[in-house]
């Protein structure tokens, strides 16, 4: 079984940045992708972005330019460096992997914005 660990949510100004840490509980090389995904009051979760295995990354196109998802296999952990965050940015931030036919998610972290 996988645990994911999310933390580095907090509060910051509309122009500041955030670095989110995915901390997971076995090694994430043999993981075919990892992801962060954000649900924000009153809405459905969302992808943020992924990274596969081989390093490829995707993007919501709303965070394009701003964030960046990387992986440090070495310290099974994936993360998530956020800039120029926008209040829309607000959500509860989760960390997600797939392994096999099992999902699992984090607890997720809380990042506010605040125009």
């Known amino acids: 079984q996988v645990q994911l660990v999310e933390s580095g949510g907090g509060l910051v100004q509309a122009g500041g940045s955030l670095r989110l840490s995915c901390a997971a509980s076995?090694?994430?090389?043999?993981?075919?992708?990892m992801g962060w995904y954000r649900q924000a009051p009153g809405k459905q979760r969302e992808l943020v972005a992924n990274i596969h295995r081989g390093g490829s990354t995707n993007y919501a196109d709303s965070v394009k330019g701003r964030f960046t998802i990387s992986r440090d296999n070495a310290k099974n952990t994936v993360y998530l460096q956020m800039n120029s965050l926008k209040p829309e940015d607000t959500a509860v931030y989760y960390c997600?992997?797939?392994?096999?036919?099992?999902?699992?998610w984090g607890k997720g972290t809380l990042v506010t914005v605040s125009s």
């Open positions: 076995g090694s994430i090389f043999s993981f075919n992708a």
């Open positions: 997600n992997t797939v392994v096999g036919i099992s999902i699992y």
